[in-house]
């Protein structure tokens, strides 16, 4: 069940060049979350009307509080990283369904902001999950650090090479699924890349889930502005049936 509460930003740092975590207390929605799911801000700041879908992260049952990690891009995610710690904020959710977590072994792949959603699974999956994650170049793999400590391996890729494997996540996952005793991959990054997993990951006959991104208007199934067509020719919305859907649900 969502709930909506006026929580407490509690911590909110830049963690690498315009990618903020946002730290802030609402119990209710840390005990219900489940990895993959999303809430929706309302930032009380400016003209900004509409909530913003950001994915959760973190959760801390313990401190009761839900963490967010977001690059600051547009108008209302600048807005969102310029409030400070003790601002109260409006948070919608948990909203979506999320991953499938009965997996045993299940092998993360993210790209890019992608490896937002995936590391509240990691933490989830206390330390028996693996992560890939890809990026242009080193710089953008500082999530290496931040995985660590909930994951067995953390494999990486980069474009140039100045990190792990040169070349895409899709480079080095045929030899991981190959080598690995893996149940499920999920992946979440752009849509080309997680094109490009899933059709591996149906080679190797492994389960796959993605996460889909849309640009929402209500996120609460409302407006339509997030559907899409399915591979049943069923039309679904990413914000209620989704952001979570099997590959095959969604990809030819
Ligand atoms: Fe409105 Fe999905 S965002 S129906």
New binding site residues.
Partial sequence: PKVAVDGEIIAQHELAKDVWRMEVEAREIAREAEPGQFVQLQIPRGAFTLRR?VGIAEVSLQKGTVAFIYRAVGKGTKALAQLTAGTVINVLGPLGHGFSCKAKRPLLVGGGMGLSPLLFYAEHAQGKADVLMGGRCERELFWQEIYKSHVQEVFCTTDDGSCGTKGFTTTLLPELLQKGDYDLVIACGPEIMMKGIARIAHEYNIPCQVSLE??????????????IDTTSGERK????DGPVFWAEEVFD
């Fill in positions: 879908p849309k640009r929402m208007g209500c996120g609460l199934g409302a407006c339509l502005s997030c559907s919305k990413v914000c209620k």
